[in-house]
């Protein structure tokens, strides 16, 4: 089973960018799907985006297209969260997660593996 640790989040200015990376353990990470989510404070823990093993299909929650990139390099067995045109509502704590086979999902139940979260404040 992989182990998940992400990075990158921060502070930053509305219209800002920010680049979220999630890496994993163990050598077989083109066998598991890779999810981002985020929860706000009072919130329940959402969708972001999803990615198949092989990178080829990717899926985003309607109010982050257009703006945020989901990526990964099998080669490095990380997953990445390009994140631009920030504004103050995706302030939360994002989360990576894992699921086995090749098919994302924007279940949050399907994903039996979780990173600890890293923090993105947008504000001016």
């Known amino acids: 089973q992989v182990q998940l640790v992400e990075s990158g989040g921060g502070l930053v200015q509305p219209g800002g960018s920010l680049r979220l990376s999630c890496a994993a353990s163990?050598?077989?990470?083109?066998?598991?799907?890779m999810g981002w989510f985020r929860q706000a404070p009072g919130k329940e823990r959402e969708f972001v985006a999803t990615?198949?093993?092989?990178?080829?299909?990717?899926d985003y929650r309607s109010s982050v297209k257009g703006r945020f990139t989901i990526s990964r390099d099998n080669s490095k067995n990380t997953v990445y969260l390009q994140m631009n045109s920030l504004k103050p509502e995706d302030t939360a704590t994002y989360y990576c997660?894992?699921?086995?086979?090749?098919?994302?999902?924007?279940?949050?139940?399907?994903?039996?593996?979780w990173g600890q979260g890293t923090q993105v404040t947008v504000s001016s």
């Open positions: 990615i198949s093993g092989s990178g080829d299909n990717t």
């Open positions: 163990g050598r077989t990470f083109s066998s598991y799907a």
């Open positions: 997660a894992a699921k086995i086979g090749a098919r994302g999902s924007s279940n949050l139940n399907a994903y039996p593996t």
